[in-house]
């Protein structure tokens, strides 16, 4: 009897994103404590990636709301995200 070894796309979705977020608690530790530089403005380069438009409103009388969806991604987040693609891949 084989054992399936699969994992699902939502699991590594969320473990990627688990990882991003870390790494982003990890640059604002870096931030408040690496003193200015090109070492701090390397790593704490922020990329906003997405779609929407966060100025523009949605008014229909009854409610009104903002769409779009942006992850800021910096050299720090994706240290995160590979450490815990890392995990992912170790720990079968």
Known sequence: MAINNK???????????FGCII???????????L????VKDFLLNITSIGWGNSNEWVDLNVIK?????????????LIGMIIS?????YFR
């Open 23 to 33: 790494g982003t608690a990890l640059s604002q530790l870096f931030g408040a404590t």
């Open 85 to 89: 693609w890392y995990f992912l891949r």
């Open 35 to 38: 003193p200015e530089g090109v």
């Open 7 to 17: 994992r699902s796309i939502t699991i590594i979705f969320f473990i990627l994103l």
């Open 65 to 77: 709301f903002k769409t779009g969806f942006y992850i800021n991604v910096s050299v720090v987040s």
